[in-house]
């Protein structure tokens, strides 16, 4: 069986290698323990590439909760979210812990790696420290958090317990309500606003300036998530079954996208939705979900 799976291995590496770095995919599963994930909408690693799956609505429970799953899809255990009525985003630092943001309780909540409960903080409002419609999340090597605050046009970096707010990134003349954000190299923050405002790609410097926006995607339909990868490439996921790909430095001074297609057909019949995607930077694989599939997909 191991030789099986070195030979399948060398001739995946060879089928990508002439398909142009095009994403094969090599393995989906939608279990949860004795039933199914049911609405997944936010997917993370942690630091042993086990994957971590947000699931919006257990049809066995009826609460949300995180199923956790090793690199290659065995299923370890379920979290629930007991503390939880919208759940909307999902990171996981270097130590395992746990963040969640609630659309519905405009928060942020923190969680042990055993699923803990261990704080809440944010709130409805406008002023410092309190969130609206916070729907991505993710962490930096040194914990701190960064969450999209949709409702107030504005993306918060706090401290890793939330109690002090160390850097808010906004654009005060175009008001972009950024849904999904992403960490590139030099701390350059990434965000892909909303389809209402034309799905732009916008950056900001580490210090919460203003840099750029682009506009374009070229063939590229409606994106939702993006990730990362070790070598410095954007995999974004979106609709219609889609995955991109792009070198960071073209996205961010590029006038327009070059065709960023490496997985799915826009044209193809049925169209679903990839609500989330994250890459392990160690070895390249690419998970995404399938939100109203309910499945986890694996690519190389």
């Not at 993370?44 to 899809?73: E, T």
């Not at 994106?223 to 954007?234: A, E, V």
Request: hydrophobic content about 35%; overall charge positive.
């Amino acid at each position: 069986m191991k030789i099986y799976h070195f030979f399948l291995a060398l001739f995946l590496l060879w089928a990508a290698s002439l398909s142009g770095g095009s994403l094969i995919l090599v393995k989906e599963w939608d279990k949860a323990g004795k039933g199914k994930i049911d609405l997944p909408v936010a997917v993370d690693m942690d630091s042993n590439g086990n994957v971590y799956v947000l699931d919006q609505r257990r049809r066995d429970k009826g609460k949300a909760a995180i199923h956790v799953y090793s690199p290659n899809g065995k299923y370890l255990k379920s979290l629930p979210l007991k503390e939880t009525e919208l759940p909307a985003g999902l990171a996981i630092d270097s130590g395992g812990d746990i963040y969640v943001t609630d659309l519905s309780r405009d928060s942020i909540l923190k969680y042990s790696p055993d699923g803990k409960f261990i704080k809440l903080w944010g709130g409805e409002g406008e002023s410092k420290g309190r969130l609206s419609n916070p729907r991505d999340i993710i962490v930096d090597s040194k914990k701190n958090v960064y969450v999209t605050d949709e409702g107030n046009n504005r993306i918060v970096k706090f401290s890793p317990d939330g109690e002090k707010i160390l850097c808010e990134f906004t654009d005060k003349k175009r008001r972009f309500a950024v849904r999904s954000i992403c960490l590139l190299p030099g701390g350059i923050l990434a965000g892909i606003v909303g389809e209402h405002q034309g799905n732009p790609l916008i950056f900001w410097k580490p210090d919460g300036t203003f840099r750029n926006v682009r506009c374009c995607w070229g063939r590229f339909p409606k994106p939702l998530d993006m990730t990362i990868s070790g070598d410095n490439r954007l995999f974004i996921s979106g609709f219609y079954s889609t995955i991109g790909s792009v070198d960071y430095k073209t996205a961010m001074n590029s006038r327009k996208l070059p065709n960023m297609i490496v997985y799915g057909n826009p044209k193809k019949i049925p169209r679903t939705v990839y609500s989330s995607i994250v890459c392990n930077k160690k070895n390249g694989d690419v998970y995404v979900l399938d939100k109203y599939a309910g499945k986890v997909l694996k690519f190389k």
